[in-house]
Structures are given as structure tokens and as C-alpha cells.
């Protein structure tokens, strides 16, 4: 069956940094750009991060840029998140999700697979 297993959340003081990791299997890794969303509690899931096929293209909400990096190892089905300079604005639960397309404006719903979800709490 199709796996996406995030690991790596936690608490962090504002200003610090995390490093988020998703490991797949099920499914042809090189074949999905991978991404990153996040949902903060009562809000709607939004678009995080995500790197295309070949690990040579990314993507990312305009609130991350220059904070944020994401990136791919596909001969072990690994996807990352480099999480900097973070702020309590980030808190939310990060999830690793995997889908065939490319997106110019990605959205949750048009992703096929999706992780558990790993809590990122950045406190003041």
C-alpha cells in the first residue's frame, strides 16, 4: 500500500529551526512531485512547499521563501523540509503528500497521497 510517514516535528522557540523528513513507498517515487502542506488548527489546509521529479525545481508559498527549503533524495523515496528563522505563524500540523502533476498553483484536494501529519509548534 501507498505510505507517506513524516517525521521530525516538534517545539521550537521562535527564530529556531526544524527539519521535517518523508519517507514513501508504494508507489513510483521519481515518477510524484512531492510537496508540503500545513494546516493550523481551525484553519483550511494551505500550501506549503513542494519539489518537482528531478529535485531541480521548487516551490513555495510567499510567506516561506527565503525561510524555508525543501528538497528530494530519490534514490532513498525521501522528501525534506528545512524549516528556518521560524515564527508562531507556522504552527500547524505538516504533511507530506505526493502527486504525478505539476501545479502553477497547487491545492490540497488535487493531491492523490497523503502522510499522517507531524505537529510543528513555534512558540514566542
Known amino acids: 500500500q501507498v505510505q507517506l510517514v513524516e517525521s521530525g516535528g516538534g517545539s521550537v522557540q521562535a527564530g529556531n529551526s526544524l527539519k521535517l523528513s518523508c519517507t514513501a513507498s508504494g508507489f513510483i517515487f521519481g515518477d510524484y512531485v512531492m510537496g508540503w502542506f500545513r494546516q493550523a488548527s481551525g484553519k483550511a489546509r494551505e500550501f506549503v512547499a513542494a519539489?518537482?521529479?528531478?529535485?531541480?525545481?521548487?516551490q513555495y508559498r510567499d510567506s516561506v521563501k527565503g525561510r524555508f527549503i525543501v528538497s528530494r533524495d530519490n534514490a532513498n523515496r525521501m522528501v525534506t523540509l528545512e524549516m528556518g528563522k521560524l515564527k508562531p505563524e507556522d504552527t500547524a500540523v505538516y504533511y507530506c503528500?505526493?502527486?504525478?502533476?505539476?501545479?502553477?498553483?497547487?491545492?490540497?484536494?488535487?493531491?492523490?497521497?497523503w502522510g499522517q501529519g507531524t505537529q510543528v509548534t513555534v512558540s514566542s
Open positions: 503528500a505526493a502527486d504525478p502533476y505539476y501545479y502553477s498553483d497547487p491545492l490540497a484536494f488535487e493531491y492523490d497521497y
Open positions: 519539489v518537482h521529479w528531478y529535485g531541480d525545481k521548487f
